[in-house]
């Protein structure tokens, strides 16, 4: 059974820097496409960054410049570096993966994706 667990997450002031990890487990994530996903208070999912499998990248102009998706293959693991962090940023954010090859131009939608991790939180405090 597919299972993705996030870490990494908490409490930081605007202006700092977070690394998200996920390890998925019984999930090879160097054939699908990853993202990270986040729902802050009230609000709806919105797609942060996406991966593909051949490393291409894609982001929401909310966070291009700032945040950036990676991964290592070897170990099953996907990363989100979050650089200059505002308190806008502050949500639940999920690690999420696809049940196949999913094109960058929906590496975005929320709904595309099959298996999710249980989330960590990020607060960013002004």
């Known amino acids: 059974q597919v299972q993705l667990v996030e870490s990494g997450g908490g409490s930081v002031q605007a202006g700092g820097s977070l690394r998200l990890s996920c390890a998925a487990v019984?999930?090879?994530?160097?054939?699908?496409?990853l993202a990270w996903i986040r729902q802050a208070p009230g609000k709806e999912r919105e797609g942060v960054a996406a991966?593909?499998?051949?490393?291409?990248?894609t982001y929401a102009d909310s966070v291009k410049g700032r945040f950036t998706i990676s991964k290592d293959n070897a170990k099953n693991t996907l990363f989100l570096q979050m650089n200059s962090l505002k308190p806008e940023d502050t949500a639940m954010y999920y690690c999420?993966?696809?049940?196949?090859?999913?094109?960058?131009?929906?590496?975005?939608?929320?709904?595309?994706?099959?298996?999710w991790g249980q989330g960590t939180q990020v607060t960013v405090s002004s």
């Open positions: 991966i593909d499998s051949t490393g291409s990248t």
């Open positions: 019984a999930y090879t994530s160097g054939y699908y496409s």
């Open positions: 999420a993966a696809a049940s196949g090859y999913l094109d960058l131009h929906y590496g975005l939608f929320v709904a595309m994706y099959k298996y």
